[in-house]
Protein backbone atom coordinates (compact mmCIF):
# COMPACT_ATOMS: atom_id res chain seq x y z
CA UNK A 1 0.00 0.00 0.00
CA UNK A 2 1.73 3.05 -1.21
CA UNK A 3 1.24 6.35 1.74
CA UNK A 4 -0.08 9.69 0.45
CA UNK A 5 3.26 12.02 -0.33
CA UNK A 6 1.80 14.54 2.32
CA UNK A 7 2.09 12.05 5.32
CA UNK A 8 5.40 10.83 4.34
CA UNK A 9 6.71 14.49 4.35
CA UNK A 10 4.80 15.16 7.57
CA UNK A 11 6.88 12.29 9.02
CA UNK A 12 9.84 13.51 7.73
CA UNK A 13 9.44 16.48 9.40
CA UNK A 14 8.50 15.22 12.63
CA UNK A 15 11.77 12.69 12.86
CA UNK A 16 13.51 16.33 12.14
CA UNK A 17 11.97 18.04 14.83
CA UNK A 18 12.69 15.25 17.41
CA UNK A 19 16.12 15.12 15.92
CA UNK A 20 16.55 18.77 17.17
CA UNK A 21 14.77 18.50 20.12
CA UNK A 22 17.48 16.16 20.97
CA UNK A 23 20.62 17.76 19.84
CA UNK A 24 19.19 21.02 21.34
CA UNK A 25 18.63 18.60 24.93
CA UNK A 26 22.79 18.02 24.68
CA UNK A 27 24.08 20.91 25.91
CA UNK A 28 21.52 21.88 28.31
CA UNK A 29 22.85 18.06 30.33
CA UNK A 30 26.52 19.23 29.74
CA UNK A 31 25.83 22.41 31.08
CA UNK A 32 24.43 20.71 34.53
CA UNK A 33 27.91 18.78 34.94
CA UNK A 34 30.80 21.22 35.70
CA UNK A 35 33.57 21.56 33.37
CA UNK A 36 37.21 21.94 34.17
CA UNK A 37 38.18 25.31 34.47
CA UNK A 38 41.79 26.80 32.91
CA UNK A 39 44.21 27.54 34.53
CA UNK A 40 43.73 29.83 38.01
CA UNK A 41 45.85 33.05 38.89
CA UNK A 42 46.25 34.08 42.33
CA UNK A 43 48.72 36.53 43.94
CA UNK A 44 50.18 36.51 47.24
CA UNK A 45 53.63 36.62 48.78
CA UNK A 46 56.58 34.58 49.43
CA UNK A 47 57.23 32.81 52.31
CA UNK A 48 60.25 32.05 54.45
CA UNK A 49 61.93 28.25 54.87
CA UNK A 50 62.89 27.20 57.92
CA UNK A 51 62.65 23.80 60.00
CA UNK A 52 60.02 23.31 63.01
CA UNK A 53 60.99 21.23 66.19
CA UNK A 54 61.45 17.80 64.69
CA UNK A 55 64.27 19.08 62.61
CA UNK A 56 61.67 19.07 59.07
CA UNK A 57 62.13 21.51 56.40
CA UNK A 58 58.87 24.23 57.28
CA UNK A 59 57.36 27.24 55.25
CA UNK A 60 56.56 29.87 57.75
CA UNK A 61 54.71 33.18 56.95
CA UNK A 62 53.62 34.27 53.28
CA UNK A 63 50.74 33.13 51.58
CA UNK A 64 49.95 29.45 51.29
CA UNK A 65 48.03 28.05 48.11
CA UNK A 66 45.53 25.21 47.68
CA UNK A 67 45.75 23.52 44.13
CA UNK A 68 41.81 23.69 42.54
CA UNK A 69 40.36 20.79 42.56
CA UNK A 70 38.76 22.18 38.96
CA UNK A 71 41.22 23.17 37.30
CA UNK A 72 42.93 21.97 34.15
CA UNK A 73 46.69 22.69 35.15
CA UNK A 74 48.51 19.61 36.47
CA UNK A 75 51.34 21.99 37.41
CA UNK A 76 52.61 24.96 40.23
CA UNK A 77 53.50 27.69 38.50
CA UNK A 78 55.17 31.47 39.07
CA UNK A 79 53.35 33.88 36.87
CA UNK A 80 54.63 37.05 38.02
CA UNK A 81 57.97 37.67 40.13
CA UNK A 82 60.97 40.06 40.14
CA UNK A 83 63.22 39.50 37.14
CA UNK A 84 66.04 38.37 38.75
CA UNK A 85 65.31 36.72 41.46
CA UNK A 86 65.37 32.58 41.85
CA UNK A 87 61.96 31.00 43.23
CA UNK A 88 61.59 27.53 44.88
CA UNK A 89 58.26 25.82 44.89
CA UNK A 90 56.74 23.87 48.46
CA UNK A 91 54.22 21.23 48.59
CA UNK A 92 52.53 20.52 52.00
CA UNK A 93 53.10 16.21 53.09
CA UNK A 94 51.02 16.49 55.75
CA UNK A 95 52.05 16.26 59.95
CA UNK A 96 54.34 19.37 59.87
CA UNK A 97 56.04 18.02 56.49
CA UNK A 98 56.93 20.82 53.61
CA UNK A 99 58.96 19.83 50.89
CA UNK A 100 60.63 21.96 48.15
CA UNK A 101 59.77 20.46 44.78
CA UNK A 102 62.42 18.65 42.46
CA UNK A 103 63.06 21.93 40.34
CA UNK A 104 64.76 23.56 42.86
CA UNK A 105 65.66 27.68 42.16
CA UNK A 106 64.51 28.75 39.35
CA UNK A 107 65.87 32.42 37.82
CA UNK A 108 62.72 34.38 37.15
CA UNK A 109 63.57 35.97 33.63
CA UNK A 110 59.70 36.96 32.68
CA UNK A 111 57.02 34.82 31.68
CA UNK A 112 55.86 31.79 33.59
CA UNK A 113 58.16 29.07 35.29
CA UNK A 114 57.22 25.59 36.46
CA UNK A 115 58.00 25.40 40.30
CA UNK A 116 56.31 21.66 41.11
CA UNK A 117 55.57 19.21 38.67
CA UNK A 118 52.03 17.34 38.40
CA UNK A 119 50.56 18.65 41.96
CA UNK A 120 47.35 17.05 42.93
CA UNK A 121 44.14 19.04 43.79
CA UNK A 122 43.87 19.99 47.37
CA UNK A 123 47.79 20.25 48.16
CA UNK A 124 49.05 23.37 49.94
CA UNK A 125 51.59 25.01 48.10
CA UNK A 126 54.23 27.36 48.76
CA UNK A 127 56.90 29.65 47.55
CA UNK A 128 59.58 30.71 48.83
CA UNK A 129 62.87 33.16 47.12
CA UNK A 130 66.38 34.21 47.15
CA UNK A 131 65.05 37.67 48.41
CA UNK A 132 63.21 36.49 51.30
CA UNK A 133 59.96 36.42 52.35
CA UNK A 134 57.11 38.70 52.08
CA UNK A 135 58.08 39.35 47.94
CA UNK A 136 54.50 39.82 45.71
CA UNK A 137 54.07 37.15 43.52
CA UNK A 138 51.45 35.70 41.22
CA UNK A 139 51.25 32.12 40.71
CA UNK A 140 49.06 29.86 37.84
CA UNK A 141 47.61 27.09 39.72
Given amino acids: MRMPRRLVTGAAAL ?3 GGVTAVAAAP ?3 AAKPAAAACVFVNGTTSQQGTNVHGLPEIF ?6 KPTTTTCHDFNLW ?3 VGVSYEGWLYYGNGNWGACTAGY ?3 SGGS ?3 CSDVLPGTLEAVTSTSGSGQGIEIED
Fill in 15 to 17: GLI
Fill in 28 to 30: ADA
Fill in 61 to 66: GGTTFT
Fill in 80 to 82: SGR
Fill in 106 to 108: VRY
Fill in 113 to 115: IVL
